[in-house]
């Protein structure tokens, strides 16, 4: 099993633009979760989703949007880049929600210039 | 307001040495607490999971403590080894939510 892979690694943006983060795991969990983590703080949940077709607002939705159209991927948009969405971006995983562990994918490492 | 606080930020030891990194909560109503690893550049690793019911676990060289009355918990690293370097993440569940609360974390640094 590969677990939680992510795309791209790394990443340079200009303001304005628009990308998609991509998020694949292999492990057959219903609960997937964006979260980004900036220097010196904790990570934040930005969206997740409890299974196929069905999305939630984390802590810091704002600027991003998910969709879910399969179990295996959970792909993060982002519309209008700005600098303050420069930071590190994390997929994570389980197999329920409450009391189950979280596999995070490698990051992917964003830069809004 | 639902936060988690460790300390201290960061930690410098020599190998050989042990540690103890620490995490304050104010989660309620409480549903447990993991302590995750993660190394430079990699997404986090579960190292273990404290109920409330749980006052102490070990994993290998890792020890957790739970003190759930004062809403405390420390991680202990015995022997530390230079792949222990890391930083370390206390992160701790509401009951009944599917979001969870992190710590900032811990910068380990393990010098030979």
């Known amino acids: 099993n590969a677990g939680v892979t992510q795309t791209p690694k790394f990443r340079i943006l200009k303001i304005g633009q628009s990308m998609t983060l991509q998020c694949t795991q292999d492990?057959?969990?219903?609960?997937m979760y964006w979260y980004r983590q900036d220097p010196g703080m904790g990570l934040k949940l930005i969206y997740y989703?409890?299974?196929?077709?069905?999305?939630d607002k984390g802590e810091v939705p704002n600027g991003y949007n998910v969709s879910r159209s399969t179990t295996e991927d959970f792909p993060l948009r982002l519309e209008l880049a700005a600098p303050s969405q420069t930071s590190v971006y994390f997929c994570a995983s389980s197999m329920m929600g409450e009391g189950y562990e979280q596999y995070f994918g490698p990051g992917t490492r964003l830069t809004v210039t | 307001k639902n936060q988690v606080e460790q300390s201290p930020q960061s930690l410098i030891i020599l190998e050989g040495k042990n540690c103890t990194l620490q995490c304050n909560y104010t989660v309620s109503p409480f549903s447990n607490l993991r302590w995750y690893k993660q190394d430079t550049g990699r997404g986090p690793v579960s190292l273990t999971i404290?109920?409330?019911?749980?006052n102490t676990k070990s994993n290998g060289r890792y020890t957790a403590t739970l003190d759930a009355d004062t809403k405390q918990s420390s991680l202990h690293i015995t022997a530390s080894q230079l792949s222990d370097s890391a930083s370390y993440i206390c992160?701790?569940?509401?009951?009944?939510?599917?979001?969870?609360?992190f710590g900032q974390g811990t910068r380990l640094t393990i010098n030979p």
């Open positions: 492990m057959n969990h219903n609960y």
């Open positions: 992160v701790v569940r509401n009951m009944g939510a599917q979001k969870l609360v």
């Open positions: 404290m109920t409330f019911s749980e």
């Open positions: 989703s409890v299974g196929a077709g069905i999305t």
